[in-house]
């Protein structure tokens, strides 16, 4: 905690070389928040070195104690070879494990991971179930990844006015960045592609989904802070 109060500016400034010395006093006794946050601060250079090993080591750490947003990152970590060597296998391990928990992100990824058949056996199916998990908490990737199984009719029948609502749900729900610029084209594309009834139909569905998901704002947060 009194690291978390130096990285957060709890009562005085903020200070994340003084919060990297107690987190790791409580990382080196056990406490897996701790492991995550020094990990946290690994990753992206904060009271200490960027190290990319050293920050998926607290991440391993904390995965193994059940910590689920370190499941999510370790998992980030085999998939992208950051502080260790690549395994979708890996990735897909504790994407499952976080997944199970109810984590929105790594719901994305594991069905990422089974549409592409990365670490596991390629199955729409199972693509689809949790892009739509995950979605239904908000997360605009799975909104729109699950506009591009219906564009081209992947574990799906094909049908361009879902996935044109599903595209500007995402683009709806994604911060400015180039996520959002995706979505947005996406969406545009098949509208030129619409007749005038599909694009009413595509208007409802969309108005239907936004109801259904409760226009959530995905903000995924991995500041040691934050994430307490």
């Given at each position: 905690m ?14 994340y ?13 056990g406490?897996?928040?701790a492991q995550?946050?020094?990990g946290v601060?690994?990753?992206n250079?904060?009271g ?27 998992g980030?970590?085999y ?9 979708y296998?890996?990735?897909f391990?504790?994407?499952?494990l ?21 670490g596991?056996a390629?199955d ?8 739509s ?13 699950m ?11 094909r ?18 960045d ?20 599909e694009?009413?139909?595509?208007q ?8 259904s998901?409760?226009k959530?704002?995905?903000?995924v947060?991995f ?6």
């Amino acid at each position: 905690m009194l690291g978390f109060m130096y990285a957060a500016a709890v009562g005085g400034l903020r200070d994340y070389e003084k919060a990297a010395h107690w987190y790791r006093l409580a990382a080196e006794k056990g406490y897996s928040r701790a492991q995550f946050s020094l990990g946290v601060l690994y990753e992206n250079g904060l009271g200490v070195p960027a190290d990319p090993e050293e920050s998926a080591r607290w991440f391993c750490a904390a995965s193994s104690q059940g910590d689920v947003d370190a499941m999510l990152k370790t998992g980030l970590c085999y998939l992208n070879a950051k502080g260790v060597g690549q395994s979708y296998e890996e990735a897909f391990h504790w994407f499952e494990l976080a997944s199970e928990k109810g984590a929105a992100t790594a719901q994305f990824y594991l069905g990422y991971l089974y549409d592409e058949g990365l670490g596991t056996a390629q199955d729409f199916g199972q693509a689809i179930r949790w892009y739509s998990t995950s979605a239904d908490q908000g997360n605009p990737q799975a909104i729109g990844m699950m506009g591009v199984l219906y564009e081209y009719g992947r574990g799906v029948s094909r049908d361009l006015a879902e996935a044109c609502a599903r595209y500007g749900l995402a683009a709806e729900q994604s911060p400015p960045d180039s996520t959002r610029e995706r979505f947005v084209k996406f969406r545009d594309t098949l509208l030129e592609k619409l007749s005038d009834d599909e694009r009413a139909r595509s208007q409802r569905i969309a108005e239907r989904l936004a109801r259904s998901l409760g226009k959530f704002s995905e903000q995924v947060r991995f500041s040691s802070y934050d994430s307490h």
